[in-house]
Structure formats: structure tokens, C-alpha cells
């Protein structure tokens, strides 16, 4: 049987010069759910599956799951959903809050794909055309092929979707952005992996804080959003690495 298994796809932060952005594969039973698509989303999902022996990633990603609507979580989501689109001919399957839906189209997408040209006619298109929408409501149970999804709401500057995704009887989760939130840690620590942001400024979660848990909690956690001036060296709490295959 197929192992729940967590593909990491990127782990800096916004302004890296080092890394791909935070980004993620999740692997159950043959299906596979991206969590966040930052810029060079392609090029992130062929190097990281190449160094993790996993093959054909850019094919087997149909769902994304979007935390929040900054840049480096969303800005690679145009050009997937063309590749999807122009080349797979498919829609992406795209998990989402209400929140997030409520503007990702008309303030983020409808500018660059709303409008095509196909060599004598402009057609009009919209968020059906390239998305299959699956909700992602912050009160209830979303299921996505083989993964049950719980969310709650980050401290963030914009809302933010951490989560705790279920498969196979393993639980991974996953912060997204905040400023430390013990809330959130309670949410967390019933997972058997847990992956954290750490970073600089009041909406994001400090080290130090982290490195204040429990022992037993700071095993099973793995750091990302990283600055590239962070310790990695010095860190207590391990921090996830390009590339690598974990099962949760």
C-alpha cells in the first residue's frame, strides 16, 4: 500500500535568493495535492521530484490547494493553470477559502486570462473555464481525493488557511504564514508532522518561540519559510530541505 508522503517543493520565504518558495506536494494512494504555487512552479515541481526520485510531478499535480492570496504563495498560479489549460487541455482543480475566492479571480487572474486571442477572434473566459472550484470553508471538513482537510485561520496580514490534512490514518500539518498563535500550536500538535513557518516582522512566527516548545513537539516538527539569513546550523528544531521525501 502507498504511503501518505510530503514532497517539499520549496521552503524560503518571499524574498529569497536562495530557495523556491514555501510550497508542497502531499501523496496518497496515487493522488497528488499541491499546497501553494509560488513563481517558476514548474521548474520548482521538476527539481524537487527529481531529487526526491519522483517522476512526473508537473502531470500528477491536478489540485492545488491555495493558503492565501500573497505572492509567493499564488504568484505561479497563472502560468500552471495555462499549462493545464494549452497543453493537458484540463481544469485545475483549485481548493480554496470563500475568502480567497471572493477576489482571486477579478483582482489577481482576470487581468492576464479573461481575455485570449486565438489568431482571429478575442474569446472571454472566466474562472470555470480553467479552475474546477472545491471549497475550503473554515468551519468544516473538506475531503480532496484521499485527504480529509481541517483549517483554522492564521494571524495574518490577509486570511490564511493553516491546515491539518488526513490520510491513511497519518495527520501532517501545516501552518501556512502567522504570528505565533499557541491556538494554532494546540491545532497542530495532533499531527504526526508538523510544518512551521519561521520568519521576520509581527505576522510571522519567531524562532525563538518555536524553539520554546515542548521536546516532544519539536521532534515531529520541521521548519520552512525561512529567511536566507537563517541558522540552519543552529536551529534545535530541524528545518525541511528542497528535494526531500518525507511520509508523515
Not at 521548474?43 to 512526473?56: F, S, Y
Not at 482543480?93 to 475566492?101: D, K, T
Not at 471549497?135 to 468544516?140: E, K, S
Not at 516582522?201 to 520541521?222: D, F, I, N, S
Amino acid at each position: 500500500m502507498s504511503r501518505f508522503q510530503v514532497l517539499v517543493v520549496g521552503v524560503g520565504d518571499a524574498f529569497t535568493a536562495r530557495h523556491h518558495s514555501t510550497s508542497v506536494v502531499l501523496r496518497a494512494e496515487g493522488f497528488s495535492l499541491g499546497i501553494d504555487c509560488p513563481d517558476r512552479y514548474r521548474e520548482a515541481l521538476q527539481t524537487a521530484g527529481a531529487k526526491a526520485g519522483q517522476a512526473g510531478l508537473i502531470e500528477a499535480v491536478d489540485h492545488l490547494l491555495i493558503t492565501h492570496l500573497h505572492g509567493d504563495h499564488v504568484n505561479g498560479l497563472e502560468g500552471f493553470a495555462f499549462y493545464k489549460h494549452f497543453v493537458e487541455h484540463k481544469r485545475l482543480g483549485l481548493v480554496i477559502s470563500p475568502e480567497v475566492r471572493q477576489v482571486i479571480w477579478e483582482q489577481r487572474l482576470m487581468a492576464p486570462m479573461g481575455t485570449l486571442w486565438d489568431g482571429q477572434n478575442f474569446r472571454q473566459l472566466g474562472f470555470d473555464d480553467y479552475f474546477q472550484l472545491l471549497p475550503l470553508p473554515f468551519d468544516q471538513t473538506t475531503s480532496v481525493g484521499p485527504f480529509r482537510i481541517r483549517t483554522r485561520r492564521t494571524v495574518h496580514h490577509i486570511p490564511t488557511s493553516a491546515l491539518l490534512v488526513e490520510a491513511q490514518g497519518r495527520t501532517f500539518g501545516f501552518s501556512a504564514d502567522t504570528a505565533f498563535d499557541p491556538g494554532l500550536i494546540n491545532f497542530l500538535k495532533a499531527a504526526d508532522l508538523i510544518f512551521h513557518e519561521t520568519n521576520h516582522g509581527p505576522a510571522h512566527t519567531p524562532y525563538e518561540r518555536l524553539a520554546a516548545l515542548p521536546a516532544e513537539l519539536r521532534q515531529k516538527m520541521r521548519l520552512v519559510h525561512y529567511a536566507d539569513d537563517f541558522d540552519v546550523g543552529k536551529s534545535t528544531i530541524r528545518v525541511a530541505t528542497e528535494g526531500e521525501l518525507l511520509e508523515v
